[in-house]
T-cell receptor, first 113, second 115 residues
Framework: GNSVTQMEGPVTLSEEAFLTINCTYT??????LFWYVQYPGEGLQLLLK?????DKGSNKGFEATYRKETTSFHLEKGSVQVSDSAVYFC????????????FGRGTSLIVHP | NAGVMQNPRHLVRRRGQEARLRCSPM?????VYWYRQLPEEGLKFMVY????????ESGMPKERFSAEFPKEGPSILRIQQVVRGDSAAYFC?????????????FGPGTRLTVL
């Protein structure tokens, strides 16, 4: 079956530091890949997505590139802010006729002023 | 366009009682997913429904849990005879169609506490 592996958190950074959160996956077929963000007390919301190999998703300064050769979709941001503190989930869409996505366990990011 | 609505936001039940969680999908969305989130355990898929049909319930415990999405009204996740281990955040998500590339739109969740 499909699976998503994210780096363990929490990731603790100072404001304006560079962020990388690693995500690798195994999947049959050709899934779309997503990053969702969850702020405290809220539901998940889509941050960015990529639908095919070599696509780059970007939003609010965050970027991730769909790397088929390394089965990865690492999330990056050049300069984090305190307001980026949240839990980040990597996910892949259902494949093989399934509509059920697969989520990683989430990585908590804490940004200090 | 209102987003996905869930209620109640917080629900407290004693062991053995029933919990009913409601989800109204975004307007125009006919597909609903329920997830459970436990601390440090990420998001676990429970059930996927379309109007009046359960499409996939492979993630839902076979006993005490049930879900429905009637023709009219919200989707309901029902937990009978709750136990302490049912304490978690339950999230509903909707999508406009069953194509797997669609992003999911999440509600704010219902936080269930079983005393």
């Amino acid at each position: 079956g499909n699976s998503v592996t994210q780096m363990e958190g929490p990731v603790t950074l100072s404001e304006e530091a560079f962020l990388t959160i690693n995500c690798t996956y195994t999947a049959t077929g050709y899934p779309s890949l997503f990053w969702y963000v969850q702020y405290p007390g809220e539901g998940l919301q889509l941050l960015l997505k990529a639908t095919k190999a070599d696509d780059k998703g970007s939003n609010k300064g965050f970027e991730a590139t769909y790397r088929k050769e390394t089965t990865s979709f690492h999330l990056e941001k050049g300069s984090v802010q305190v307001s980026d503190s949240a839990v980040y989930f990597c996910a892949l869409s259902g494949t093989g006729g399934s509509y059920i996505p697969t989520f990683g366990r989430g990585t908590s990011l804490i940004v200090h002023p | 366009n209102a987003g996905v609505m869930q209620n109640p936001r917080h629900l407290v039940r004693r062991r053995g009682q029933e919990a009913r969680l409601r989800c109204s999908p975004m307007k125009g969305h006919s597909h609903v997913y329920w997830y459970r989130q436990l601390p440090e355990e990420g998001l676990k898929f429970m059930v996927y429904l379309q109007k009046e049909n359960i499409i996939d319930e492979s993630g839902m415990p076979k006993e005490r849990f049930s879900a429905e999405f009637p023709k009219e009204g919200p989707s309901i996740l029902r937990i009978q005879q709750v136990v302490r281990g049912d304490s978690a955040a339950y999230f509903c998500a909707s999508s406009p169609a069953g194509t797997s590339d669609n992003e999911q739109f999440f509600g704010p969740g219902t936080r269930l506490t079983v005393l």
